[in-house]
């Protein structure tokens, strides 16, 4: 029998395993471009200066499990780099706050994920919201959640504003985003997103 011929440049078709989706894949591809971008090293030295120690093989298992988006990657020089938005930190500062609490992981990555579009919304405000909104906590326990304001107090944009002043002022870098994260006293979260 005959081999068949082929007309041009030869090619193969390589299996490249499961998808592996980003942080663009989470969000879509018309979200906002993030303002700030981070190595998985930046990202990792980010967290230990904010009292999470994790490592690289635990973000690479996270996002294995799906809790964790993959980071794009940009070519730089011969190298490869993966970098992730900065509010992935605030994902695994929630991740770990979760566990805390006894979540299953299995229980926590929805709840990432919703957190991230409420991060990344183009609103002037974002609320993020606790795992007991999202119906993570069973129906029982969710009586005992205290209201959770769908807004800063009035008093806090300014505070914002004043606190990006004083930063771009000590250290002369200028602030696009203030965070004000707030913990009551049952240790449910509060967190609002100021555009300054």
Known sequence: MAEPRHNGPSTATVDVGPS???WRDWLGHDAPE???MLSREQLIDRLRADHINVTSATIALWQRRGL??????RREGTATIGYYPNWIATLVQELRRLQGSGLKLEQIGPHLRSLARQITAPTSVTRVISAHDEGVIGASETASVPRIPASAPDSFGPLAEALARIYRH???????KVEVRLVDDRGNPVSFTFNV
Request: charged letters at 20%; glycine letters at 6%.
């Open 170 to 176: 000590e250290y002369g870098t200028a602030i696009q």
């Open 20 to 22: 592996r989706p980003t």
């Open 34 to 36: 993030p303002t700030e």
């Open 68 to 73: 964790l988006p993959y980071p794009t990657k």
